[in-house]
């Protein structure tokens, strides 16, 4: 919590869109940050990107966890996912609500099992 309020460092911001293989524009929207403060190496986000990038990092790790593999992440991100009205997990990281169906979209892809 007290890493939320103080903010996170802003190379959060690049791991995370490194992580994704985000542009660095794509990174800052999701992020709701500027391309000024995701370009400096000692700036600090602000609570609410701070916030976000938490929940972005859950889902980046339950997806390395489930399929093991980076590359595989980068390439699920992207694509339109039957669990997710076809959507692509990615357009869904930008609200609280579309992070919770991420996961659960990653819950059951682990178990198998498609609603």
Request: glycine letters at 4%.
């Amino acid at each position: 919590m007290e890493e939320i309020k103080t903010g996170l460092p802003s190379s959060s911001a690049r791991v995370i869109g490194d992580l994704l293989s985000l542009t660095s524009q794509e990174t800052v929207c999701l992020l709701s940050t500027s391309l000024t403060l995701h370009n400096k190496k000692n700036g600090v986000l602000s609570t609410i990107s701070s916030d976000k990038a938490l929940f972005i990092m859950r889902v980046i790790l339950r997806a390395e966890d489930i399929f093991g593999d980076r590359n595989h992440l980068k390439t699920w991100i992207r694509t339109p996912n039957i669990t997710l009205s076809n959507q692509q997990p990615l357009h869904l990281l930008h609200f609280s609500i579309g992070v919770e169906s991420v996961l659960d979209s990653l819950l059951r892809q682990k178990y198998s099992f498609v609603v």
